[in-house]
Protein backbone atom coordinates (compact mmCIF):
# COMPACT_ATOMS: atom_id res chain seq x y z
CA UNK A 1 0.00 0.00 0.00
CA UNK A 2 2.45 2.63 0.96
CA UNK A 3 4.53 2.36 -2.75
CA UNK A 4 1.02 3.52 -4.01
CA UNK A 5 0.83 6.25 -1.73
CA UNK A 6 4.28 7.21 -2.54
CA UNK A 7 3.16 7.14 -6.33
CA UNK A 8 0.07 9.04 -5.92
CA UNK A 9 2.31 11.57 -4.08
CA UNK A 10 4.80 11.67 -6.70
CA UNK A 11 2.45 12.05 -9.47
CA UNK A 12 0.83 15.13 -7.47
CA UNK A 13 4.19 16.76 -6.85
CA UNK A 14 6.00 16.08 -10.32
CA UNK A 15 3.90 18.75 -12.21
CA UNK A 16 3.41 22.65 -11.19
CA UNK A 17 -0.74 21.53 -10.41
CA UNK A 18 -0.24 20.33 -6.65
CA UNK A 19 2.09 23.85 -5.91
CA UNK A 20 -0.87 25.85 -7.98
CA UNK A 21 -3.64 24.66 -6.12
CA UNK A 22 -1.89 24.62 -2.31
CA UNK A 23 -1.07 28.39 -3.20
CA UNK A 24 -4.57 28.82 -4.61
CA UNK A 25 -6.04 27.23 -1.17
CA UNK A 26 -3.93 29.26 0.74
CA UNK A 27 -4.30 32.81 -1.09
CA UNK A 28 -8.72 32.18 -1.01
CA UNK A 29 -8.60 30.91 2.75
CA UNK A 30 -6.25 33.89 4.14
CA UNK A 31 -8.12 36.55 2.05
CA UNK A 32 -11.34 35.34 3.49
CA UNK A 33 -10.12 35.27 6.44
CA UNK A 34 -8.43 38.87 6.46
CA UNK A 35 -10.96 40.78 4.21
CA UNK A 36 -14.49 38.82 4.78
CA UNK A 37 -13.15 37.61 8.22
CA UNK A 38 -12.22 41.52 9.88
CA UNK A 39 -9.16 39.62 11.00
CA UNK A 40 -7.52 42.53 12.66
CA UNK A 41 -10.99 44.77 13.01
CA UNK A 42 -11.94 42.04 15.43
CA UNK A 43 -8.67 42.53 17.78
CA UNK A 44 -9.31 39.01 19.11
CA UNK A 45 -6.34 36.86 18.97
CA UNK A 46 -7.36 33.49 17.60
CA UNK A 47 -8.00 31.65 14.52
CA UNK A 48 -11.91 30.89 14.88
CA UNK A 49 -12.72 33.29 11.78
CA UNK A 50 -10.45 31.72 9.93
CA UNK A 51 -11.48 27.52 10.32
CA UNK A 52 -15.73 29.42 9.73
CA UNK A 53 -14.54 29.97 6.39
CA UNK A 54 -12.42 26.60 5.49
CA UNK A 55 -15.58 24.59 5.11
CA UNK A 56 -16.22 26.55 2.25
CA UNK A 57 -13.26 26.67 0.95
CA UNK A 58 -12.93 23.19 1.04
CA UNK A 59 -16.07 22.65 -0.83
CA UNK A 60 -14.29 23.82 -4.18
CA UNK A 61 -10.92 23.12 -3.10
CA UNK A 62 -10.81 19.29 -2.15
CA UNK A 63 -13.25 18.17 -4.68
CA UNK A 64 -10.57 20.04 -7.62
CA UNK A 65 -8.09 17.91 -5.96
CA UNK A 66 -9.90 14.49 -6.23
CA UNK A 67 -11.42 15.08 -9.37
CA UNK A 68 -8.96 13.30 -10.99
CA UNK A 69 -7.80 10.65 -8.85
CA UNK A 70 -10.11 7.81 -10.32
CA UNK A 71 -11.24 9.24 -13.14
CA UNK A 72 -7.68 10.05 -15.12
CA UNK A 73 -6.42 6.16 -14.42
CA UNK A 74 -9.94 5.33 -16.40
CA UNK A 75 -9.06 7.76 -19.09
CA UNK A 76 -6.09 6.91 -19.84
CA UNK A 77 -6.52 3.50 -19.13
CA UNK A 78 -3.99 2.90 -16.23
CA UNK A 79 -6.83 1.86 -13.97
CA UNK A 80 -5.90 -1.68 -16.58
CA UNK A 81 -3.02 -1.82 -14.61
CA UNK A 82 -3.85 -0.98 -11.13
CA UNK A 83 -6.41 -3.38 -11.00
CA UNK A 84 -4.16 -6.16 -12.15
CA UNK A 85 -1.43 -5.86 -9.75
CA UNK A 86 -1.21 -8.54 -7.03
CA UNK A 87 -2.81 -5.86 -4.55
CA UNK A 88 -6.11 -6.53 -2.61
CA UNK A 89 -9.13 -3.94 -3.67
CA UNK A 90 -9.00 -2.34 -0.68
CA UNK A 91 -5.64 -1.84 -0.23
CA UNK A 92 -5.51 -0.02 -3.99
CA UNK A 93 -8.69 2.06 -3.11
CA UNK A 94 -7.49 3.11 0.39
CA UNK A 95 -4.46 3.93 -1.14
CA UNK A 96 -5.75 7.08 -3.26
CA UNK A 97 -7.81 8.37 -0.45
CA UNK A 98 -5.13 8.46 1.83
CA UNK A 99 -2.61 9.88 -0.77
CA UNK A 100 -4.91 12.62 -1.81
CA UNK A 101 -5.70 13.12 1.86
CA UNK A 102 -2.05 13.90 2.85
CA UNK A 103 -2.11 16.56 -0.17
CA UNK A 104 -4.73 18.57 1.37
CA UNK A 105 -3.21 17.79 5.26
CA UNK A 106 0.30 19.22 3.42
CA UNK A 107 -1.61 22.22 1.90
CA UNK A 108 -3.74 23.20 5.18
CA UNK A 109 -0.43 23.14 7.03
CA UNK A 110 1.03 25.46 4.95
CA UNK A 111 -1.51 28.08 6.72
CA UNK A 112 0.85 27.98 9.56
CA UNK A 113 1.81 31.41 9.53
CA UNK A 114 -1.71 32.80 10.46
CA UNK A 115 -1.04 30.68 13.64
CA UNK A 116 2.15 32.28 14.33
CA UNK A 117 0.64 35.90 13.54
CA UNK A 118 -2.20 35.89 16.35
CA UNK A 119 0.51 34.57 18.59
CA UNK A 120 2.93 36.92 17.49
CA UNK A 121 -0.10 39.38 17.93
CA UNK A 122 -1.91 38.08 21.16
CA UNK A 123 -1.85 35.51 23.35
CA UNK A 124 -4.44 32.70 22.06
CA UNK A 125 -4.90 29.50 23.42
CA UNK A 126 -3.28 27.48 21.29
CA UNK A 127 -4.46 24.37 22.27
CA UNK A 128 -7.88 25.45 21.25
CA UNK A 129 -6.28 26.32 17.47
CA UNK A 130 -4.46 23.03 17.51
CA UNK A 131 -7.91 21.36 17.97
CA UNK A 132 -9.45 23.18 15.52
CA UNK A 133 -6.60 22.22 13.13
CA UNK A 134 -7.23 18.90 14.10
CA UNK A 135 -11.16 19.50 13.21
CA UNK A 136 -10.42 20.91 9.96
CA UNK A 137 -8.31 18.01 9.25
CA UNK A 138 -10.49 15.46 10.04
CA UNK A 139 -13.22 16.82 8.02
CA UNK A 140 -11.03 17.43 4.85
CA UNK A 141 -10.46 13.21 5.32
CA UNK A 142 -14.51 13.44 4.78
CA UNK A 143 -14.82 15.22 1.88
CA UNK A 144 -11.61 14.02 0.08
CA UNK A 145 -13.46 10.23 0.65
CA UNK A 146 -16.75 11.55 -0.71
CA UNK A 147 -15.07 13.16 -3.97
CA UNK A 148 -12.82 10.39 -4.38
CA UNK A 149 -16.01 8.24 -4.70
CA UNK A 150 -17.31 10.81 -7.62
CA UNK A 151 -14.50 10.21 -9.31
CA UNK A 152 -14.69 6.37 -9.40
CA UNK A 153 -18.04 6.80 -11.14
CA UNK A 154 -16.61 8.74 -14.54
CA UNK A 155 -13.89 9.04 -16.89
CA UNK A 156 -14.68 12.81 -16.86
CA UNK A 157 -12.99 15.00 -14.55
CA UNK A 158 -15.42 17.41 -14.68
CA UNK A 159 -18.35 15.44 -13.58
CA UNK A 160 -16.39 14.33 -11.12
CA UNK A 161 -15.78 17.89 -9.59
CA UNK A 162 -19.77 19.28 -9.97
CA UNK A 163 -21.29 16.11 -8.74
CA UNK A 164 -18.51 16.57 -5.66
CA UNK A 165 -19.40 20.19 -5.31
CA UNK A 166 -23.14 19.32 -4.98
CA UNK A 167 -23.07 16.73 -2.95
CA UNK A 168 -20.19 18.15 -0.70
CA UNK A 169 -22.10 21.42 -0.13
CA UNK A 170 -25.32 19.68 0.23
CA UNK A 171 -23.71 17.94 3.35
CA UNK A 172 -22.84 21.02 4.52
CA UNK A 173 -25.23 23.07 4.50
CA UNK A 174 -28.15 20.94 6.01
CA UNK A 175 -26.73 21.88 9.63
CA UNK A 176 -26.92 25.65 8.02
CA UNK A 177 -28.81 27.69 11.39
CA UNK A 178 -30.31 29.99 8.07
CA UNK A 179 -31.15 26.63 6.25
CA UNK A 180 -32.56 24.99 9.42
CA UNK A 181 -34.54 28.18 10.67
CA UNK A 182 -36.18 28.11 7.47
CA UNK A 183 -37.42 24.72 7.93
CA UNK A 184 -38.25 24.53 11.37
CA UNK A 185 -41.35 25.44 11.06
CA UNK A 186 -42.36 23.02 8.29
CA UNK A 187 -40.70 19.70 9.53
CA UNK A 188 -40.98 17.89 13.59
CA UNK A 189 -38.04 19.14 15.64
CA UNK A 190 -36.60 15.32 15.55
CA UNK A 191 -36.56 15.38 11.83
CA UNK A 192 -34.58 18.76 11.91
CA UNK A 193 -32.21 17.08 14.77
CA UNK A 194 -31.73 14.12 12.44
CA UNK A 195 -30.80 16.04 9.41
CA UNK A 196 -28.33 18.57 11.31
CA UNK A 197 -26.35 15.86 13.06
CA UNK A 198 -25.50 14.38 9.29
CA UNK A 199 -24.03 18.14 8.53
CA UNK A 200 -20.31 18.61 8.31
CA UNK A 201 -21.14 22.15 9.84
CA UNK A 202 -22.89 21.02 12.73
CA UNK A 203 -19.92 18.24 13.84
CA UNK A 204 -17.61 21.17 12.31
CA UNK A 205 -19.13 23.59 14.85
CA UNK A 206 -18.74 21.88 17.90
CA UNK A 207 -14.95 20.83 16.90
CA UNK A 208 -14.51 24.86 16.00
CA UNK A 209 -14.74 25.39 20.06
CA UNK A 210 -11.13 23.47 20.38
CA UNK A 211 -12.67 20.45 21.43
CA UNK A 212 -12.24 17.51 19.38
CA UNK A 213 -15.80 15.76 20.67
CA UNK A 214 -16.23 12.17 20.22
CA UNK A 215 -19.23 12.55 18.27
CA UNK A 216 -17.80 14.85 16.00
CA UNK A 217 -14.64 12.55 15.64
CA UNK A 218 -17.15 9.85 14.91
CA UNK A 219 -19.00 11.14 12.46
CA UNK A 220 -16.18 12.32 10.40
CA UNK A 221 -14.34 8.49 10.76
CA UNK A 222 -17.44 6.60 9.92
CA UNK A 223 -18.25 9.48 7.06
CA UNK A 224 -14.86 8.69 5.62
CA UNK A 225 -15.01 4.88 5.86
CA UNK A 226 -18.40 5.08 4.80
CA UNK A 227 -17.66 6.50 1.64
CA UNK A 228 -14.55 4.20 1.28
CA UNK A 229 -16.62 1.51 1.36
CA UNK A 230 -19.03 2.63 -1.48
CA UNK A 231 -15.85 2.90 -4.18
CA UNK A 232 -14.70 -0.67 -3.26
CA UNK A 233 -17.99 -1.52 -3.58
CA UNK A 234 -17.75 0.29 -6.73
CA UNK A 235 -15.33 -1.80 -8.30
CA UNK A 236 -15.95 -4.95 -6.53
CA UNK A 237 -18.37 -4.58 -9.32
CA UNK A 238 -16.29 -5.07 -12.27
CA UNK A 239 -17.93 -6.11 -15.13
CA UNK B 1 0.44 -22.62 -16.82
CA UNK B 2 -2.45 -21.19 -18.24
CA UNK B 3 -5.86 -23.23 -18.55
CA UNK B 4 -9.14 -20.98 -19.31
CA UNK B 5 -12.02 -23.32 -18.87
CA UNK B 6 -14.99 -22.34 -20.87
CA UNK B 7 -15.02 -18.56 -20.46
CA UNK B 8 -17.86 -16.17 -21.65
CA UNK B 9 -18.67 -12.71 -20.73
CA UNK B 10 -21.28 -10.76 -21.35
CA UNK B 11 -22.06 -7.09 -21.69
CA UNK B 12 -26.08 -6.74 -21.54
CA UNK B 13 -26.95 -8.94 -24.15
CA UNK B 14 -23.60 -8.24 -26.41
CA UNK B 15 -21.62 -11.85 -26.05
CA UNK B 16 -18.13 -10.42 -26.04
CA UNK B 17 -16.68 -14.03 -24.91
CA UNK B 18 -18.78 -17.64 -25.10
CA UNK B 19 -17.01 -20.50 -24.18
CA UNK B 20 -13.36 -19.90 -24.56
CA UNK B 21 -11.08 -22.62 -23.78
CA UNK B 22 -7.36 -23.15 -23.97
CA UNK B 23 -4.08 -23.62 -22.49
CA UNK B 24 -0.72 -22.32 -22.83
CA UNK B 25 2.61 -24.03 -20.83
CA UNK B 26 5.91 -23.10 -20.47
CA UNK B 27 7.70 -22.45 -23.54
CA UNK B 28 4.41 -21.75 -25.71
CA UNK B 29 3.99 -18.18 -27.54
CA UNK B 30 0.28 -18.14 -28.61
CA UNK B 31 -0.83 -16.03 -31.26
CA UNK B 32 -4.15 -14.88 -29.96
CA UNK B 33 -5.33 -13.39 -33.74
CA UNK B 34 -9.10 -12.10 -34.92
CA UNK B 35 -10.92 -9.17 -36.14
CA UNK B 36 -11.07 -5.84 -34.51
CA UNK B 37 -13.77 -6.46 -32.25
CA UNK B 38 -13.45 -10.26 -31.72
CA UNK B 39 -13.31 -10.30 -28.18
CA UNK B 40 -9.21 -10.86 -27.57
CA UNK B 41 -8.85 -8.22 -25.48
CA UNK B 42 -11.98 -8.56 -23.51
CA UNK B 43 -10.60 -12.06 -23.21
CA UNK B 44 -6.88 -10.80 -22.06
CA UNK B 45 -8.70 -8.84 -19.27
CA UNK B 46 -10.46 -11.97 -18.31
CA UNK B 47 -7.25 -14.03 -18.29
CA UNK B 48 -5.27 -10.78 -15.91
CA UNK B 49 -8.67 -10.45 -13.90
CA UNK B 50 -9.46 -6.98 -14.33
CA UNK B 51 -12.71 -8.06 -15.52
CA UNK B 52 -14.80 -11.24 -13.91
CA UNK B 53 -16.22 -13.98 -16.24
CA UNK B 54 -19.87 -14.59 -16.23
CA UNK B 55 -18.77 -17.97 -16.92
CA UNK B 56 -15.57 -20.62 -16.88
CA UNK B 57 -13.16 -20.03 -15.03
CA UNK B 58 -9.09 -19.51 -15.28
CA UNK B 59 -6.42 -21.23 -13.74
CA UNK B 60 -2.76 -19.68 -13.51
CA UNK B 61 -0.22 -22.36 -12.15
CA UNK B 62 -3.56 -24.29 -11.22
CA UNK B 63 -4.78 -20.98 -8.86
CA UNK B 64 -7.98 -19.50 -9.91
CA UNK B 65 -7.56 -15.79 -10.49
CA UNK B 66 -11.18 -15.17 -8.78
CA UNK B 67 -10.83 -17.08 -5.68
CA UNK B 68 -6.67 -16.67 -5.16
CA UNK B 69 -6.15 -12.89 -7.18
CA UNK B 70 -3.13 -11.97 -5.26
CA UNK B 71 -1.41 -14.97 -6.01
CA UNK B 72 -2.60 -15.30 -9.65
CA UNK B 73 -1.69 -11.88 -10.46
CA UNK B 74 1.77 -11.91 -9.05
CA UNK B 75 2.26 -14.40 -11.79
CA UNK B 76 1.33 -12.48 -14.72
CA UNK B 77 3.05 -9.97 -16.81
CA UNK B 78 0.69 -7.64 -18.90
CA UNK B 79 0.86 -5.31 -21.51
CA UNK B 80 -2.93 -3.70 -21.90
CA UNK B 81 -4.32 -2.54 -24.99
CA UNK B 82 -2.91 0.73 -25.89
CA UNK B 83 -0.51 0.74 -23.63
CA UNK B 84 -1.33 2.68 -20.51
CA UNK B 85 1.24 4.91 -18.84
CA UNK B 86 1.45 7.32 -16.20
CA UNK B 87 2.66 10.01 -18.62
CA UNK B 88 4.16 12.29 -16.28
CA UNK B 89 6.75 9.85 -15.00
CA UNK B 90 10.30 9.17 -16.97
CA UNK B 91 10.42 5.18 -17.79
CA UNK B 92 12.98 5.19 -14.47
CA UNK B 93 10.72 6.40 -12.29
CA UNK B 94 7.92 4.64 -13.54
CA UNK B 95 9.93 0.71 -13.40
CA UNK B 96 10.50 2.06 -9.85
CA UNK B 97 7.30 2.32 -9.15
CA UNK B 98 6.33 -0.72 -10.19
CA UNK B 99 9.19 -2.73 -8.51
CA UNK B 100 7.77 -1.44 -5.68
CA UNK B 101 4.76 -2.52 -5.77
CA UNK B 102 5.23 -5.64 -6.40
CA UNK B 103 8.16 -6.09 -4.53
CA UNK B 104 10.67 -7.12 -6.72
CA UNK B 105 14.00 -8.59 -5.19
CA UNK B 106 16.51 -6.50 -6.12
CA UNK B 107 15.11 -3.53 -8.26
CA UNK B 108 18.18 -1.78 -9.58
CA UNK B 109 19.75 -5.10 -11.08
CA UNK B 110 15.82 -5.44 -12.69
CA UNK B 111 15.36 -2.44 -13.92
CA UNK B 112 18.92 -2.37 -15.59
CA UNK B 113 17.97 -5.83 -17.04
CA UNK B 114 14.90 -4.57 -18.75
CA UNK B 115 16.24 -1.01 -19.46
CA UNK B 116 19.09 -3.13 -21.54
CA UNK B 117 16.19 -5.65 -22.89
CA UNK B 118 14.34 -3.00 -24.49
CA UNK B 119 16.53 -0.34 -25.25
CA UNK B 120 15.80 2.12 -23.41
CA UNK B 121 18.70 3.52 -22.19
CA UNK B 122 18.40 7.08 -23.60
CA UNK B 123 15.34 7.93 -22.86
CA UNK B 124 15.42 6.50 -19.34
CA UNK B 125 14.96 9.81 -17.65
CA UNK B 126 12.82 11.96 -19.76
CA UNK B 127 9.28 11.84 -18.99
CA UNK B 128 6.88 9.47 -20.72
CA UNK B 129 4.64 12.17 -22.10
CA UNK B 130 7.03 13.40 -24.83
CA UNK B 131 8.06 9.96 -25.94
CA UNK B 132 7.61 8.30 -29.22
CA UNK B 133 4.87 5.75 -29.96
CA UNK B 134 7.65 2.69 -29.93
CA UNK B 135 9.14 4.02 -26.98
CA UNK B 136 5.88 3.91 -25.39
CA UNK B 137 5.41 0.63 -26.50
CA UNK B 138 8.88 -0.99 -24.66
CA UNK B 139 8.43 1.16 -21.72
CA UNK B 140 4.96 -1.13 -21.79
CA UNK B 141 6.62 -4.57 -22.14
CA UNK B 142 9.55 -3.23 -19.81
CA UNK B 143 7.04 -3.18 -17.43
CA UNK B 144 5.03 -6.39 -17.90
CA UNK B 145 8.61 -8.12 -17.83
CA UNK B 146 10.20 -6.39 -14.37
CA UNK B 147 8.82 -9.15 -11.87
CA UNK B 148 9.67 -11.86 -14.46
CA UNK B 149 6.51 -13.38 -14.46
CA UNK B 150 5.67 -16.69 -15.74
CA UNK B 151 3.02 -15.69 -17.83
CA UNK B 152 3.26 -12.65 -19.99
CA UNK B 153 -0.03 -11.51 -21.92
CA UNK B 154 0.91 -8.81 -24.55
CA UNK B 155 -1.89 -7.10 -26.53
CA UNK B 156 -0.42 -5.84 -29.57
CA UNK B 157 3.46 -5.93 -28.43
CA UNK B 158 4.87 -4.83 -31.91
CA UNK B 159 2.02 -1.63 -32.66
CA UNK B 160 3.21 1.43 -33.91
CA UNK B 161 7.12 0.20 -33.79
CA UNK B 162 9.50 0.35 -36.81
CA UNK B 163 10.78 -2.68 -38.77
CA UNK B 164 13.90 -2.41 -36.61
CA UNK B 165 12.15 -2.47 -33.50
CA UNK B 166 9.46 -5.31 -34.58
CA UNK B 167 12.08 -7.18 -35.28
CA UNK B 168 13.93 -6.44 -31.57
CA UNK B 169 10.72 -7.44 -29.89
CA UNK B 170 9.91 -10.34 -31.67
CA UNK B 171 13.53 -12.09 -30.80
CA UNK B 172 12.95 -11.13 -27.13
CA UNK B 173 9.70 -12.46 -26.80
CA UNK B 174 11.23 -15.99 -28.59
CA UNK B 175 14.04 -15.77 -26.17
CA UNK B 176 11.89 -15.23 -23.17
CA UNK B 177 9.63 -18.18 -24.27
CA UNK B 178 12.55 -20.78 -23.06
CA UNK B 179 11.11 -19.56 -19.32
CA UNK B 180 7.56 -18.34 -19.64
CA UNK B 181 4.00 -19.24 -21.29
CA UNK B 182 3.27 -16.38 -23.48
CA UNK B 183 0.38 -15.02 -24.96
CA UNK B 184 0.35 -12.38 -27.73
CA UNK B 185 -2.71 -10.78 -29.79
CA UNK B 186 -2.25 -9.61 -32.95
CA UNK B 187 -3.25 -7.96 -36.42
CA UNK B 188 -0.60 -9.08 -38.30
CA UNK B 189 -0.13 -12.53 -39.30
CA UNK B 190 3.19 -12.93 -41.12
CA UNK B 191 3.86 -12.29 -37.06
CA UNK B 192 2.56 -15.70 -36.25
CA UNK B 193 4.86 -17.96 -38.12
CA UNK B 194 7.85 -15.88 -36.87
CA UNK B 195 6.89 -16.29 -33.32
CA UNK B 196 4.46 -18.24 -32.43
CA UNK B 197 4.34 -22.25 -31.90
CA UNK B 198 0.57 -21.93 -31.10
CA UNK B 199 -2.23 -19.85 -32.49
CA UNK B 200 -5.26 -19.39 -32.07
CA UNK B 201 -8.42 -17.76 -33.60
CA UNK B 202 -11.24 -16.29 -32.38
CA UNK B 203 -14.14 -14.34 -33.84
CA UNK B 204 -17.73 -12.98 -31.91
CA UNK B 205 -15.78 -14.57 -28.57
CA UNK B 206 -15.78 -17.97 -29.97
CA UNK B 207 -12.62 -20.07 -31.59
CA UNK B 208 -12.23 -20.80 -34.98
CA UNK B 209 -8.93 -22.38 -35.32
CA UNK B 210 -6.53 -23.64 -32.80
CA UNK B 211 -2.82 -25.01 -34.06
CA UNK B 212 0.44 -24.92 -35.05
CA UNK B 213 1.47 -22.11 -37.44
CA UNK B 214 2.08 -24.86 -40.26
CA UNK B 215 -1.12 -26.67 -39.40
CA UNK B 216 -3.04 -22.95 -39.99
CA UNK B 217 -0.85 -22.91 -43.09
CA UNK B 218 -1.98 -25.99 -44.48
CA UNK B 219 -5.21 -25.37 -43.81
CA UNK B 220 -6.05 -23.35 -46.21
CA UNK B 221 -4.34 -21.76 -49.86
CA UNK B 222 -0.93 -20.06 -49.81
CA UNK B 223 -1.55 -16.68 -48.14
CA UNK B 224 -2.13 -16.18 -44.52
CA UNK B 225 -4.71 -13.21 -45.00
CA UNK B 226 -6.22 -15.21 -47.16
CA UNK B 227 -6.44 -18.46 -44.65
CA UNK B 228 -7.79 -15.98 -41.94
CA UNK B 229 -10.31 -14.13 -44.27
CA UNK B 230 -11.39 -17.61 -44.68
CA UNK B 231 -11.72 -18.95 -41.17
CA UNK B 232 -13.36 -15.63 -40.11
CA UNK B 233 -16.21 -16.38 -42.76
Known amino acids: MLPLIKRELKLFFITPVAYIFTAIFIMTSMSLTFYFGQFFESGVAELTTFFSFIPWVFIFFIPAVTMKSWSEEKRLGTIELLMTLPINLWKIVLSKFFATWIFVVFSIILTFPIWITVNYLGNPDNLIILGQYLGAILMAGAYVALGVFFSSLTNNQIIAFILSILVSFMFTIVGFPLLLNFVSGLLPLEIIELISTFSFLTHFNTIQTGFLTMKGFLFFVSFIALWNYLTIIKFMNRS | ?233
Open chain 2, 1 to 233: MLEVEGISKFFGDFKAINNLSFKVQVGDVMGFLGPNGAGKTTSMRVITGYLKADQGRVLINNKNIDEDPITAKSLIGYLPEGVPLYLDFSPNLYLQYVCDVRQVKDPKKSIERVIKELQLEEVKDVPIETLSKGFKRRVGIAQALIHDPKLLILDEPTDGLDPLQKFEVRKLIKDLSKSKAIIISTHILDEVPEVCNKCLIINSGEKKFEGTPTQLKRKVGKNLDEKFRKIIN
